[in-house]
C-alpha cells in the first residue's frame, strides 16, 4: 500500500464545485435535538461526548473498554545518545500488549509494536510529534542504528499476506514526508511506529490486528465494533502511555500527526484523547477532515468499497448518503478544540476535497470562540495556495501547491506554528 499513490482524480466521482448538491453542514453547536450549545459547559458535558457517540455508532466504533485498559509492557531495546551524527538521542521501544482477561487471542494476531523516537540530543525533554508511518520505521530517516521490523505486503497475483522484513533500500524512503532533520534542528522529536505493526491494512486481515487481544473470539460482530482506523488511533494512545514515561519527553507538549488514512486515525485519537496538545493533520480527506456532504471526490461508497475494515459495520448504512451521515469532517475535528488545530491541504489533491477541508477548519473555530480561544474568523474565503493562515489563533490551514503527500512545506508550517504557541524550543 502507497501512501501517496491514489490521490488526484479517480473517473466516475464529482469534481465540478457547481454540480454538487445542495447541502447543509452539521452545526458543531447545535445538539442533535436542535438545541444550540451556548456555552463551554454544555459543549463539555454534553456535546463533546455526544459528537463522540455518534463518530463510534456511524464510522470508526467504539474502542472496547478492556482495549482502554490494556496492560502493555514497555522495553527499551536500543539507546544511542549520538544517533544521525550526534544531532538526536534514538530509543527504539518495544511495546507488548498483554490480552484482555478471558481472551485466548488467535496465534498469529499481533502483540506489540515498535516505537522509534528521536529527541534532539542538545536538548531534552522536547516536544514531540508522533505519527504512524506507512513504510515501516526505517523508511523515516536514513539512519543504519534503526532497527527493521517485518512489515506487510500481498505480492501481485498472491492471495496470501507476506510478511518480512523489508529491503534495505528503503531506508529513508520516507525522509521528504517526515523531515525527521529538520524537526530535530528546531527542538522537536519525533515519535513513530508501523502501522501495520498494530493491523495489516488489507481486506480480510482482521486475525492479525492488536483487536484480536481485546474482541472475544466468535462473538457476533456489534453494528459499532471498531474497525482498523480504530486500532491506530488506539495504537497512537498507548504510544502516549509510554512517552508519558519517557524522561526524554516533554509529555504537555505532545502533537499528533497523520497523512491521508493516517491523518483519518490522527483525527480519531486527537477527538478522543485530549492528552494530544495538537492535531497536525495532513490531507486526511473523507472520512477524516474534509466535509462528506459535499461529496466532491470520493463518497463513502468509494471507502466502504475499498476499506470496509477501517470502519465499523454501521458505516455501511451510508453508502449513497453522503448527505445525511450524522457526523461529518467539520465535527470530528472541533472535538480537538480547545487545543491546537492544524488543517492542511494540497492543491491537487482533490480526492480529499480541500475546500471540505477548509469549511472543516471554519466551522470547528466556532466551537475555539465559544471556548474563549481564538481561531479562524466566520466567513473568510479560502486562503491563496500556499498561503498560511491562523496562526495567530488555535486554528491554521493551508492548501499548499501539489500533490496527495506530506512536504517540507508543511513541516516548516507545523513547527512554526508550533513555535507560536508553546515557545520556540530552540530559544528556551
Ligand atoms: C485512498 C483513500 C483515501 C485516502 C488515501 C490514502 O485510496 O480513498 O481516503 O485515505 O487512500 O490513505 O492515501
Redesign the pocket.
Given at each position: 500500500v502507497a501512501?501517496?499513490a491514489?490521490?488526484q482524480r479517480i473517473p466516475g466521482y464529482l469534481y465540478d464545485e457547481s454540480k454538487i448538491a445542495s447541502y447543509t453542514m452539521l452545526d458543531p453547536l447545535r445538539m442533535e435535538n436542535g438545541k444550540p450549545v451556548t456555552n463551554a459547559a454544555m459543549w463539555n458535558a454534553q456535546r463533546r461526548p455526544e459528537i463522540l457517540r455518534l463518530f463510534e455508532e456511524n464510522e470508526f466504533g467504539r474502542t472496547p473498554d478492556a482495549a482502554r485498559a490494556a496492560v502493555m509492557h514497555a522495553k527499551i531495546i536500543e539507546r544511542n545518545d549520538y544517533a544521525l551524527n550526534g544531532l538526536a538521542v534514538r530509543e527504539q521501544i518495544e511495546l507488548t500488549f498483554d490480552p484482555a482477561p478471558g481472551v485466548t487471542p488467535p496465534a498469529e494476531a499481533s502483540r506489540s509494536m515498535r516505537l522509534l523516537l528521536y529527541v534532539p540530543h542538545v536538548q531534552h525533554p522536547s516536544p514531540v510529534v508522533l505519527g504512524l508511518n506507512f513504510l515501516g520505521n526505517q523508511s523515516v530517516v536514513d539512519d543504519a542504528g534503526i532497527l527493521p521490523t517485518p512489515v506487510w505486503s500481498k505480492p501481485k497475483g498472491s492471495t496470501a499476506l507476506v510478511h518480512e522484513l523489508p529491503a534495505e533500500s528503503t531506508r529513508g524512503s520516507g525522509a521528504q514526508q517526515w523531515q525527521v532533520e529538520m524537526l530535530l534542528k528546531h527542538g522537536y522529536g519525533l515519535a513513530t511506529i508501523y502501522y501495520g505493526d498494530l493491523e495489516p491494512d488489507f481486506k480480510d486481515a482482521s486475525q492479525y490486528s492488536v483487536r484480536q487481544l481485546f474482541d472475544r473470539p466468535g462473538a457476533v460482530q456489534a453494528q459499532d465494533a471498531w474497525g482498523s482506523l480504530g486500532a491506530w488511533a488506539w495504537g497512537l494512545s498507548r504510544a502516549m502511555d509510554y512517552l508519558e514515561n519517557d524522561p526524554l519527553v516533554d509529555a504537555s507538549h505532545v502533537a499528533v500527526t497523520g497523512h491521508?488514512?493516517?491523518g483519518?486515525a490522527a483525527d480519531w485519537a486527537a477527538a478522543q484523547d485530549t492528552r494530544f496538545a495538537a492535531l497536525l493533520s495532513t490531507e486526511s480527506?473523507?472520512?477524516g477532515q474534509s466535509i462528506q456532504r459535499r461529496a466532491l471526490g470520493?463518497t463513502v461508497q468509494?471507502?466502504e468499497h475499498?476499506?470496509p475494515y477501517w470502519f465499523c459495520p454501521a458505516y455501511a448504512q451510508w453508502v449513497g448518503h453522503d448527505n445525511e451521515i450524522p457526523v461529518d469532517g467539520n465535527l470530528l475535528v472541533a472535538l480537538v478544540a480547545p487545543r491546537l488545530l492544524y488543517v492542511a491541504s494540497a492543491k491537487e489533491d482533490e480526492?480529499?476535497d480541500p475546500k471540505g477541508e477548509f469549511l472543516s477548519a471554519l466551522s470547528a473555530s466556532s466551537v475555539y470562540r465559544l471556548l474563549g480561544e481564538k481561531a479562524l474568523p466566520p466567513d473568510i474565503p479560502m486562503p491563496a495556495v500556499d498561503t498560511a493562515i491562523g496562526f495567530d489563533g488555535d486554528v491554521a490551514y493551508h492548501e499548499r501547491a501539489g500533490k496527495?503527500d506530506v512536504t517540507s512545506f508543511d513541516w516548516e508550517h507545523y513547527i512554526v506554528f508550533l513555535n507560536r504557541h508553546w515557545g520556540d524550543p530552540e530559544t528556551l
Open positions: 501512501s501517496s491514489s490521490a491521508s488514512r493516517l483519518k480527506g473523507h472520512g470520493e468509494h471507502l475499498s476499506f480526492w480529499s496527495h
